[in-house]
């Protein structure tokens, strides 16, 4: 029975494999940044799939992410007296959040894509805001 389970496994395995087509053409770029304090934040990437989570705290916290591929996530949090955010994706999909709490927050999202989703919550004095999306 467990040789009939392995060679069941090993053909499924083959069949998926032989499906997806050229594994290795794909690529992942996938980034988590945590800053206490640090200097400016900047990121690019240019994977098929791009996703990047930013957590920074600190007097002014200042984050720049730029992703190009077929998916882009990011996610950034700012916890600082002055914050500051900006996220361009060019992709089929994109998804960008941004939380923001001090004395002043702003942010921009910049999306082109087939499907397009950005959220901005910022609880400061002093808050801005901007998301621009646009499609093929």
């Known amino acids: 029975m467990k ?12 069949l998926c494999c032989a499906g997806a087509g050229s594994a ?3 690529t992942a770029d996938i980034k988590t940044i945590v800053s206490v304090g640090g200097p400016p934040v900047v990121l690019n990437q240019n994977g098929q799939l791009n996703m ?6 600190g ?3 200042s984050a720049t992410v730029v992703q190009n591929g077929t998916n882009n996530a990011t ?5 600082g007296g002055t914050n500051s955010a900006a996220i361009g994706q060019a992709g089929m999909n994109n998804f960008a959040f941004v939380g923001q709490t001090g004395q002043s927050a702003s942010s ?3 999306q082109f ?3 397009n989703t950005g ?6 004095a002093v808050n801005s805001s901007a998301i621009v999306q646009t499609g093929p």
């Open 59 to 61: 007097g002014s916290t």
């Open 75 to 79: 996610g950034v949090l700012q916890f």
């Open 3 to 14: 040789r009939l389970l392995t060679s069941a496994c090993a053909g499924l395995l083959f």
């Open 24 to 26: 290795g053409a794909q």
């Open 108 to 110: 921009l999202v910049s």
């Open 52 to 57: 990047a989570g930013v957590f920074m705290i």
């Open 119 to 124: 959220a901005v919550a910022q609880f400061s």
């Open 113 to 115: 894509g087939a499907m």
